[in-house]
């Protein structure tokens, strides 16, 4: 007979497979095929370790790299929410908790409890390692809509404003990373792939 605690973390490790299937809309650098959860996290992970020297404060980069890793999870249950969508809030929702609990609960109680944690600090935004790890999540989809001629922001009719808004928390993990990413986004004004807007 095999450990239950196993045998738990096998199920949740079958289960986390369905993120695979979760189509975000941006597109992956240079092409027309949408990126998925999993692939989105991967990415973060990597570009956390490349890029924490950057950091404003220094990070628990294993926690950063939790963070990233699970912190779209939850839209397995909840689906991907557009972060410039108008009619849902892209926070953390009652659908998310639930999601939260059902999903990591196939868990051992205390590893369960742990990434839940994990979870929340990323959501919450607070903690050197939160906001580094917010500011990775908002720099790649930055990154791909530069590399496709504006991407979902000319496909969804996103402009300059709604941009910056969501953009300038990067700046609170990084200021040189925002930095340049400001830089990219008043060059994709510049370039008509972005929209002035009001």
């Not at 738990?8 to 986390?16: G, H």
């Not at 989809?141 to 808004?165: A, D, H, I, M, R």
């Amino acid at each position: 007979m095999y450990p239950e605690d196993l045998l738990k973390q096998i199920a949740f490790i079958k289960e986390i497979d369905k993120l695979k299937y979760i189509q975000r809309k941006t597109k992956l650098f240079n092409s027309d095929r949408n990126e998925n959860d999993a692939e989105h996290s991967w990415h973060l992970a990597l570009m956390a370790i490349v890029l924490a020297q950057h950091s404003n404060e220094p990070v628990d980069i294993l926690k950063v790299v939790k963070m990233v890793l699970i912190h779209d999870i939850v839209e397995i249950d909840a689906g991907d929410t557009f972060i410039y969508d108008t009619k849902k809030a892209h926070c953390n929702t009652e659908e998310e908790r639930l999601a939260a609990n059902r999903i990591f609960g196939l868990l051992p109680e205390e590893q369960a409890q742990e990434l839940i944690a994990v979870w929340e600090e990323f959501e919450a935004g607070e903690t050197n390692e939160a906001k580094f790890a917010r500011s990775m999540d908002r720099l790649e989809p930055l990154l791909q809509n530069t590399s496709n001629q504006g991407g979902t922001w000319k496909e969804y009719g996103v402009s300059y404003p709604k941009v910056y808004e969501k953009k300038k928390v990067i700046k609170d993990g990084s200021e040189v990373i925002w930095q340049y990413a400001e830089e990219l986004i008043n060059e994709s004004v510049e370039k008509g792939i972005l929209s002035r807007g009001s």
